[in-house]
């Protein structure tokens, strides 16, 4: 979101963010801070729950008076729960007259659902009701569209499939650190802390010998992996640190490890990628199309795996980092300008029917 904002100010538009506030902390606050100064239309938080409860009825209604009050061309609703209120809201103010163009980018979320659970066909009936309430439809991985193809159906509306993109400073090298594996991201198990914690052992007792990790990031999850790295005996090997900015964690260790069980798009695999960081990844969601679905760097998100694929970095790591897409390949596919210039052209193709 922010790579996108600094992108459409650089090319004229002013931008504001709506966002969740009971979600995030320090590290979140600071980013806020850092983009507030370019947004002309102002960044506004208000508390939203992620399910969907009686809370909703006050948040929808706090959310619409601040969109009722800028009057955006354009609302943009990330995730199920902004899809809803972006497109809600923006049909609202349809009926009063005003032109927006409402597109809707569905991030994992709802789409995570099973479709054979009550719950997942009530989701997916709801994503389909809203389709009337859409003018474009945009995916950040084929993973994503073939998935709502599935689970909701073929698209009835425009859509397209735009990348997520990353700065040109992004895509300077980082130092290797001194840890020889690294986490970050959300201590939730989702992601596969776990699995990351279990492989380090097993690659260990496979070793006869330490192996040293560091995991960034926070969760409330975050002292059921503390307790399981003492419980491994890993606690001389393993250091948690607060969130931080991606590429200063890159600088703390020389391989990064994303055991995700399930996936949208992730940033932090372009982001190590780009920093020259030679990752090991669980082939889920839009992973594959970031690495090339025969990548060597893929593998199941099971500690097994995981580790086996740890042992084989830590035994040619010079080797390991060969198998890595290049920067110039990354760039032309995953470049910030590229994302920004793909989503300027569907708001600019949303936006014409609805003023005609």
Same mark, same amino acid.
């Given at each position: ?20 506030? *009971?979600?995030?902390?320090? &590290?979140?606050? @600071?980013?806020?801070?850092?983009? =507030? ?13 992620? &399910? ?43 009926? *009063?007259?005003? #032109?927006?163009?409402?597109?809707? *980018? ?21 994503? @389909? ?26 698209? @009835?509306?425009? %859509? ?30 989702? =992601? ?13 007792? &496979?070793?006869?010998? %330490? ?12 002292? &059921? ?29 020389? #391989?990064?490890?994303?055991? *995700? ?15 020259? =960081? ?15 679905? %025969? ?20 035994? %040619? ?13 990354? =760039? ?25």
């Amino acid at each position: 979101m922010r790579d996108l904002t600094e992108a459409q100010v650089a090319a004229g538009h002013q931008v504001g963010i709506i966002c969740d506030l *009971s979600t995030g902390g320090d &590290h979140e606050e @600071r980013l806020f801070e850092a983009i =507030k100064p370019m947004l002309a239309l102002g960044i506004w938080r208000t508390t939203m729950q992620r &399910h969907v409860g009686p809370g909703d009825i006050a948040a929808g209604w706090r959310t619409y008076k601040i969109i009722k009050e800028l009057r955006p061309d354009v609302l943009h609703g990330h995730g199920a729960k902004g899809g809803v209120y972006a497109r809600a809201f923006g049909s609202l103010l349809r009926v *009063s007259r005003y #032109c927006v163009a409402r597109l809707y *980018s569905p991030h994992g979320g709802s789409l995570h659902y099973d479709e054979r659970t009550l719950t997942g066909k009530l989701f997916f009936g709801l994503e @389909r009701l809203m389709e009337r309430f859409t003018d474009h439809l945009l995916f950040v991985s084929d993973y994503e569209r073939r998935t709502f193809i599935r689970k909701v159906g073929a698209p @009835r509306v425009p %859509n397209s499939l735009v990348y997520n993109g990353l700065r040109d400073e992004e895509f300077e090298p980082v130092p290797v650190g001194g840890a020889d594996f690294l986490y970050i991201g959300m201590m939730r198990d989702l =992601k596969g802390p776990d699995l990351f914690i279990d492989a380090l052992a097993r690659l260990r007792q &496979h070793l006869g010998r %330490n192996v040293t990790a560091v995991m960034v990031g926070d969760g409330e999850d975050l002292p &059921h992996y503390r307790a399981q790295v003492e419980r491994l005996g890993l606690a001389g090997d393993v250091r948690f640190m607060p969130p931080m900015p991606a590429r200063l964690a890159f600088a703390l260790a020389a #391989c990064v490890v994303v055991p *995700s069980r399930a996936e949208a798009m992730p940033y932090i695999v372009l982001e190590s990628l780009a920093a020259g =960081k030679p990752i090991i990844a669980t082939a889920v969601g839009g992973i594959p199309e970031i690495l090339g679905t %025969n990548s060597p760097a893929l593998v199941m998100p099971s500690a097994e795996e995981i580790g086996e694929r740890m042992r084989s970095s830590l035994e %040619n790591p010079v080797a390991y980092g060969k198998l890595m897409p290049g920067p110039v390949e990354l =760039k032309s596919r995953f470049g910030v300008s590229v994302m920004a210039s793909d989503i300027e052209k569907a708001y600019f193709s949303a936006l014409a029917p609805s003023r005609s």
